[in-house]
């Protein structure tokens, strides 16, 4: 962290605070310590899962400035073999929902600049008119502005095929 902060980055991913213990007491840490600059922003990482959430915005509690970063699956694949619903069950059910709750929750914490991110995990399997709406779904709850922009992340799930499939 302090090497990216030497380096001169600005937004700094720090970690997966739901994952692990370690990786929420390390967040912890550096919000408690002091050790994030004024002009830095952190940034956490949470799947779409109520207790996931939560424990996120526990560990970021006093930091400045943070984007909090949801993600959900959006591909076929997961859609059906994994959450055995449709496409608009993935929506409603999963995306927007929690799309509420990382709001509600950050508007708990006021003292928090907040950025949200959204990734439609596996964007690069999925359709790419469910991808819009699921888009469309979630930033219709944060309803961003010029003044208040949120961030989409469209993930080129490379695991998925080879890298030349990426490439070409």
């Excluded at 605070?17 to 310590?33: G, N, V």
């Excluded at 997961?78 to 509420?100: G, N, T, Y």
């Excluded at 990734?119 to 469309?136: G, H, T, W, Y």
Aim: aromatic share 8%; with cysteine.
């Amino acid at each position: 962290f302090e090497l990216l902060v030497q380096i001169g980055f600005k937004e700094i991913e720090v970690g997966f605070p739901s994952a692990s213990q370690t990786e929420f007491d390390f967040i912890r840490s550096l919000i408690e310590e002091d050790r994030i600059p004024e002009d830095v922003t952190i940034q956490v990482l949470t799947q779409a899962r109520e207790h996931l959430i939560e424990r996120s915005f526990e560990s970021v509690k006093g930091a400045r400035r943070v984007i909090m970063h949801v993600y959900n699956a959006v591909a076929p694949v997961m859609r059906q073999v994994v959450f055995s619903m449709s496409e608009d069950q993935v929506i409603d059910e999963i995306a927007v929902p929690h799309a509420r709750l990382v709001k509600q929750l950050a508007e708990r914490q006021p003292d928090t600049d907040w950025v949200f991110e959204y990734s439609p995990e596996m964007f690069s399997s999925a359709e790419l008119a469910f991808s819009k709406r699921i888009v469309d779904a979630v930033t219709e709850v944060w309803a961003p502005t010029p003044e208040r922009k949120c961030i989409i992340n469209l993930p080129s799930t490379v695991e998925c095929s080879q890298p030349n499939v990426f490439a070409d």
